[in-house]
């Protein structure tokens, strides 16, 4: 014959109070709660610095965007004010 076996759960459970059993039940609902709401806030958290980041990485690029614009405009008056004083050298000679 086969050989009979016993429940997986623990046999303390059997002689537990249902008292405690809620008890250790409620307890451990609770439990679960505050890790479900931990866990949340961190999402959220994250979430929300994942938002700031991308926003201050837009605003930097609008600001190199425009940095550049400027620093071409530069260039190209350095290089007429160049190319005038090349050509006053040149027309003084």
């Not at 008292?19 to 709660?33: G, I, P, T």
């Amino acid at each position: 014959m086969f050989p009979l076996s016993l429940p997986s759960f623990p046999l303390t459970l059997l002689t537990r109070s249902p008292k405690r059993v809620l008890k250790q039940l409620h307890n451990a609902q609770e439990k679960l709660e505050r890790a479900q709401k931990h866990a949340e806030d961190k999402r959220l958290a994250s979430q929300q610095t994942i938002e700031r980041l991308q926003r201050e990485y837009e605003e930097m690029a609008l600001e190199r965007r425009d940095n550049d614009e400027q620093m071409e405009k530069l260039r190209m008056e350095a290089d007429d004010v160049a190319a005038k004083v090349l050509s006053f050298i040149a027309m003084a000679f």
